[in-house]
């Protein structure tokens, strides 16, 4: 049915379908004031050109097919003057002015929280420099204020794009540039790398999830407390294969002796709805996977192959499952 | 009449290239290569659009595995570059070469052996890009090529293929560019008035200008990316001072332009095919005059809309937005201009009305959603999404391929002789334009919907599979379209319906020759009294007698030698005849020379690199000495003393100083391009020049600066002696020889003072490369002056044959100390300035 809907849409009618439902990564679905004040404007726009779009067709065919002879309405060059200068002007002159008045709607007057947003080939670093929380590829933001996002980029051009809550943003290596995002409620939104950065590009995404503000100050707390239990945690068998392995060379867990930033941190693995940013569910089975064939799940990405036994790949789930577990 | 005939055989010999494979290689006459041009670049439509039909098959459904990741960044890759680069802009410009002298009535453009280089160069550009095939390295770094994911650390060789064919390919463009511009203003036939002048001419010579400011833009930063894989340079590694975005600023600040290199003639062509569908003068000449030119401006301060996304200060980008706003005007007025045309003429539907028509309704829809995209908020969401691919393929194929399909059904019988199947045509315009809107129409609420460009694939939550399916049955039909075109031109080659002269009664000019035209098109120089010629016939009491004796001078004439009549730029009165080269394997063996360079780079087989660069400079040189055997010949033909007109033109009736222009035109944008690099870098750097590198010494360089300025004072002073007597000015050539060279050994002993290299900071890489092109320079004026000397050893009496080898040698000894002058007060007075 939904399918259908949409063929038929792009005759004309779905525009209004698709911006009335729910979408998790939608233009058309804004979550946030600037996200509202950038969709009116597309309906507004859409509105405008679509009457421009007519008159020009409907002058066309009067044109070509009115009587032979017939001349344009106050003659040749007052029409054109009419139709080609005076009306694109008054029209683009408006949508400046209110292009630049949305524009200063999207400025936030102030934050209460920074995050700091690292794109790397193909995967998002995320740092509470406030909390002292690192993970990586889901982001978790109290609803209600304004959140600075301090985004840069390890190694080639990304860009950071929630459309549910705003624009994008350019995250360049060597250069720190910043978003200000909200979210009016509480709410679970995909954010998607919005520069093709390589490879894996298209499977470079992530969940922005929105708490409401007590349940984010929980968030923070349990967080903190899962990092700092992985320090007096004993040695498990798994723990001992993740070193052996060698996934230290590349993955961080806090409170441990793993501290490399190459891939994503994993203190707070088994928390996470995801795996390889957004590529396939938080799953056991699809962990065991991507642990023995990263490469199934998403083509090209830059994690080795780890062939190990049964035996040894249950331990080493249990134990990274075992990694602040979700409550 | 029967001796009639035969000089007319003898004249079309004269024009012909020898038969066999020695002619086709050796050709420099602009209707073969015109259409040589036209021919490759639908051949690489063919390849870009099978590109393009295997991203649709992998788009179709979410989660479809037929192609993965790699594969298809590397057909996105090239679909974009082959339809950029390889067919668009060089359709055009074999449409305009083979046009233009019918349509301005010459004989031919104004450097046929320049055409046949660009030909060369444009082929093994694009044999280049599609090497990488056959080695399995297909570049996959877009067709935009964003650094660092083009540079050194993150791509393979496939962006060294595909730079070094970018650069052919440019190198193409550029000369190409260069030979409208100058046959548009010296080859008009007498009468030929700019403000008669065709509107499709003046969208060529706005293209045309356009192309040599934009393509060496893009020359420039491409030979930069390249240095910084090749050699290792920081220009865009931001560790070592170099700055990603400067790739996106030089990118772009061709990239947009680009749009409108296409977009322009395109207009021109819509222009033309109007007037034959109403069959009366376009309404409003001088507005879309005003309108062509006004796009051609803005579109060069246009670049930052692609920027939006990178955090520039809003204040800038509001800038942009109004300028982009005001093409929306410029197109505005020639839209209404064209529906003004038409009214009440009831036009005939044939293939080229239905594409114009097509093309309106198209084109007008991307014109909205480009100014949508241009609005800075809303273009933060849907930047880099579907909704783009939408806009851009709306105004690409609307406002570009339709005009060009509109085009070729009006000038395919002039081109062959024989006329299209009408029905056949109206069939394959309807499952074009139908195919078109179901494949690109959905793009646009996909993009609202969320997905990114130049994903392969996109998870099934998002709901975009329905629009995605519609896209691709669209592509099919599309295609069904195009193939229904393709077999409609091939059936009448084979046997489509003689055409005549005049199939449509069009205005202009070209409609006065036969189907297809002779070589050289006109026997006897046109006389051009309106803007229409074909409609408004000649009226006996307007004849210059003047102008009639050397038309009459000019038929079938002369025999020695090719020839063309050159009339001034403004009001078109003749001024010169223009004698033209003929069959030469020159252009074939510098295009080779630099083919073979390339490919040295390529497998870093640098033997290869310099025998390439050693042909590639023996050739240019053999091509430009002056010959004095020509000369000679030119000079004895009966031919100056008929028209009264020299045929060893100087000064503004000589090409040859055009060309030289042209040239120092494009080494100013390169030297401009390098300049904003030097001063962008410095913007972003905490100190200039940075710590640990000391500022270079000035003696030498100030030293360097007055011997080449005294070595083009002697080159000026050389001229006058050979301009007001017959005395040797051996002594003031001796004198810039000398103090020319004296100025290229400081700079060397400059650089030996330098404690930095060009690779471990941004700075010495922008110096080292500045200083480094203004020494070639130098070399090439220090080059042509040897040049100069030993052809007039022995002959300094001779002065008219003296007068034009000593002006171009002047003019670049000119250039020179612009560049000179500039180079030092960027790279020694600057720092000192501005300095940190």
Known sequence: MRRTLQISGTLGILLFLVGC???????????????????????????????????????????????????????????????????????????????????????????????????????????????????????????????????????????????????????????????????????????????????????????????????FDAWVEARQAAASATVQEERTRGKELFFQHGCQNCHAIQGTDAISNIGPDLTHLANRRTLGAAATPNERAMLAQWIVNPRAAKPGNNMPATHLPQDELDALVDYLLSLDQRP | MNGAGTREERFTRLWSAPPGLRGWLTEVNNQPLGKRFMITALIFFLLGGLQALFLRAQLTVSGNDLIGPEVYNQLFTMHGSTMMYLFTVPLLEGLALYLLPLMLGSRDVAFPRLTAFSYWAYLFGGIIFYASFLFDVVPDAGWFAYTPLSGPRFSGAGVDLWLLGLALVEVAGITAGIEIVVTILKFRAPGMSLNRMPIFIWAMLVAGVMIIFAFTTLLTATFMLELDRAVGTAFFDPGRGGNTLLWQHLFWFFGHPEVYIMFIPATGIISMVVTMMARRALVGYPLIVTATVLIGFISFGLWVHHMYTTGLPDLAMAFFTAASLMIGIASGIQVFAWIATLWGTRPRISPQALFVFGFLFIFVLGGITGVMVAVVPFDWQVHDTFFIVAHFHYVLIGGVIFPLLAGIHYWFPKITGRLLNEGLGNHSFWWIFLGFNATFFPMHIMGLLGMPRRVYTYPQELGLDGLNILATVGAAVMTIGFLLFLWNCWKALRDGALAGDDPWHGDSLEWSVSSPPPVYSFIRPPMVRSRHPQWISEMDDSRDPWVERVRDAMDCAPMEFRATLVTDTSHAKPEAVQPLPGPSHLPLVVATGLLLAFVGVLMKFHLLSIGGTVVTIIGLVSWLWPDRAWIDLVRSSGIAAATGLPVLATGRGSTDRWAMLSFLAVLATAFGALFYTYFYLQLFSDSWPPDGITRPAIVLPVIALVLALGAAFMAWLARRRSDTSTDSPMLFLAGALVLGGGSGVCHVLGWTHLNFTAVEHAYGSVFWVISGVLLLTLLLALIFTVAVITFGKGHWDDREALALPMELMVLLWGGLAIATVSVFAVLHVSPILLGS
């Open chain 1, 21 to 215: 439902g729910q979408h998790v990564q939608s233009v058309l679905d804004p979550q946030s004031d600037e996200a509202s004040a950038i969709a009116d404007l597309w309906w507004a726009m859409a509105i405008v050109g679509s009457v421009v779009f007519v008159a020009v067709m409907g002058f066309f065919f009067v044109a070509v097919m009115g009587k032979d002879g017939s001349r344009p309405p106050g003659g040749a060059m007052r029409f054109i003057w009419a139709g080609g200068i005076i009306m694109p002007a008054i029209v683009l002159v408006g949508i400046l002015f209110y292009a630049l008045h949305v524009t200063l709607r999207t400025k936030a007057p102030g934050h209460i929280l920074t995050i700091e947003v690292v794109g790397h080939q193909w995967w998002w670093e995320v740092r509470y420099p406030e909390s002292g929380i690192v993970t990586a590829n889901e982001i978790h933001m109290p609803a209600g204020g304004h959140v600075l996002f301090k985004l840069s980029a390890h190694d080639v051009v990304h860009s950071f794009w929630v459309p549910n809550l705003h624009g994008k943003k350019d995250m360049l290596p060597g250069v720190t540039t910043t978003i200000a995002m909200h979210a009016r409620e509480p709410g679970v939104w995909r954010g998607q790398c919005g520069e093709f950065c390589g490879n894996q590009h298209a499977l470079m995404a992530f969940d922005l999830v929105a708490h409401a503000p007590a349940d």
